[in-house]
């Protein structure tokens, strides 16, 4: 069974770091692409970054980029999303979530999600 | 960046009804369109990618078509767990983006 656990979210004041973590399992994590998305409180979903198999392939969106880097760990199953210079429209329900084998941009399976809330 | 506009922003139906909603992109995605349907509290589940395929395990009662810039996704039979919030995505261009999302609502 595919799962992704998401871990890491919590209150951070604005300027502050966090490192958001999700821990895959039930199937080959190094061949599939994998993504963040996140949805602000009672908002639509918005892609955030996603990377390749090997991690060598990276694409963020514009409002994150430079202050977020996402990477990932295959011998660990794990994807990270290193967060700094918060801002608070950056608080939201983090996901991760599986490239679809093919379509990598189209995630098949998600996790429960972590919230990071940005506030002073 | 592509937007992605969906409409209506929410429906009332009853169970048994035939529904249907739109997603229109700004500019062309050729069949680079998935659709994806959200509980409260919950996850995205993935039901169609690339316009009209189903993704594995996704009911039949849910179907998509379009091409180009004019999307629509069906559900044949609105049942009592197809009450939900649906949300299109295009991947033809990056930044990915998502439509503002179709909360389908009880009658």
């Known amino acids: 069974e595919v799962q992704l656990v998401e871990s890491g979210g919590g209150l951070v004041q604005p300027g502050g770091s966090l490192r958001l973590s999700c821990a895959a399992s039930g199937f080959s994590f190094s061949r599939f692409w994998m993504s963040w998305v996140r949805q602000a409180p009672g908002k639509g979903l918005e892609w955030v970054a996603n990377?390749?198999?090997?991690?060598?392939?990276?694409y963020y969106v514009d409002s994150v980029k430079g202050r977020f880097t996402i990477s990932r760990d295959n011998a660990k199953t794990s994807l990270y999303l290193q967060m700094d210079s918060l801002r608070a429209e950056d608080t939201a329900v983090y996901y991760c979530?599986?490239?679809?084998?093919?379509?990598?941009?189209?995630?098949?399976?998600w996790g429960q999600g972590t919230l990071v809330t940005v506030s002073s | 960046d592509i937007q992605m506009t969906q409409s209506p922003s929410s429906l009332s139906a009853s169970v048994g009804d035939r529904v249907t909603i739109t997603c229109r992109a700004s500019q062309g995605i050729s069949n680079y369109l998935a659709w994806f349907q959200q509980k409260p509290g919950k996850a995205p589940k993935s039901l169609i990618y690339?316009?009209?395929s189903l993704q594995s395990g996704v009911p039949s009662k849910f179907s998509g078509s379009g091409s180009g810039t004019d999307f629509t996704l069906t559900i044949s039979s609105l049942q009592p767990e197809d009450f939900a919030t649906y949300y299109c995505?295009?991947?033809?261009?990056?930044?990915?983006?998502f439509g503002g999302g179709t909360k389908v609502e009880i009658k």
């Open positions: 690339a316009a009209s």
């Open positions: 979530a599986r490239g679809t084998y093919g379509i990598s941009e189209v995630g098949d399976y």
């Open positions: 990377i390749n198999q090997h991690g060598s392939e990276k």
């Open positions: 995505q295009q991947y033809h261009t990056y930044p990915l983006t």
